[in-house]
């Protein structure tokens, strides 16, 4: 299944590529990451998964993944613009955007869909499963994270629909508690999967999945840009100087 999922995200990247190309959006990689792991799942499904708890982890995998998905197409259908990371690397690369988009978003995300979809290409591998405690341990965090990254991601959209918020911070809800809640929720779905995932034989080294996902929000893609975007804004700095970056915490007065 490793080598088939290799196949299928990479011939799923390729045409979201040309999509992107066409459209002249490279912000479609966002809703393309999220539905390749439905499709990952799905594959392994097809390759010939049918324990009953692989069909449980797929229905996790696909209420994350859709979630995601529709999110961020509404949220682009209203933004109406590329996303400002994607805009900008597109003039920072000039004239070679094209193949450089090629490679350093869809490819090398495909490299770390990949890599963050072990726990569902390990588990499609196996013919057999015994439900133990990490089923439960496992689903327990999922439906928190989801929860959690759902109720943040909801938030921040009515924040920004309306109109005396434009250029304003958000600090409610669950923004009080963490400057990126939503990519806490995110992360924690992940290691929820992983978890799950245990109740399958040779799985551990799924951990990878949730280590990179949660380095790649925290310190590469998530938090950092998004940092990097406000670090002239004096609103969010005061913000900042007062709220947890990522895990949830009372903020500091």
Not at 67 to 80: M, S
Not at 124 to 151: K, R, V, Y
């Amino acid at each position: 299944m490793l080598i088939l999922g290799a196949i299928v995200v990479f011939v799923y990247m390729i045409t979201w590529f040309i999509i992107a190309v066409v459209a002249k959006d490279n912000g479609l990689a966002d809703i393309a990451w999220g539905l390749g792991f439905a499709v990952l799942a799905i594959a392994g499904w097809i390759h010939g998964a049918n324990n009953q708890l692989y069909f449980v982890l797929l229905g996790m995998v696909l209420l994350w993944a859709l979630r995601l998905a529709a999110y961020l197409y509404f949220r682009n259908r209203v933004r109406k613009t590329e996303d400002f990371r994607y805009r900008s690397w597109r003039e920072d690369w000039g004239d070679n955007w094209v193949w450089i988009t090629f490679w350093r978003v869809f490819m090398l995300q495909g490299f770390f869909m990949w890599v963050i979809a072990l726990p569902i290409m390990l588990s499609a591998n196996q013919s057999s499963a015994t439900f133990n405690p990490w089923g439960i341990i496992g689903l327990a965090l999922f439906l928190l994270g989801w929860l959690f990254e759902t109720i943040a991601d909801q938030q921040m959209l009515r924040f920004k629909s309306k109109v005396a918020n434009k250029g304003k911070i958000i600090t409610s809800g669950l923004w009080k508690y963490s400057r990126h809640p939503n990519y806490f929720g995110e992360s924690l779905c992940w290691w929820g999967i992983y978890c799950f995932s245990l109740q399958f034989e040779n799985t551990i080294w799924g951990i990878a999945s949730p280590l990179v996902l949660t380095w790649l929000l925290t310190s590469v893609s998530g938090v950092p840009l998004l940092e990097k975007h406000y670090r002239d804004n004096l609103e969010f700095q005061d913000y900042a100087r007062r709220t947890s970056v990522f895990f949830p915490w009372p903020p500091r007065k």
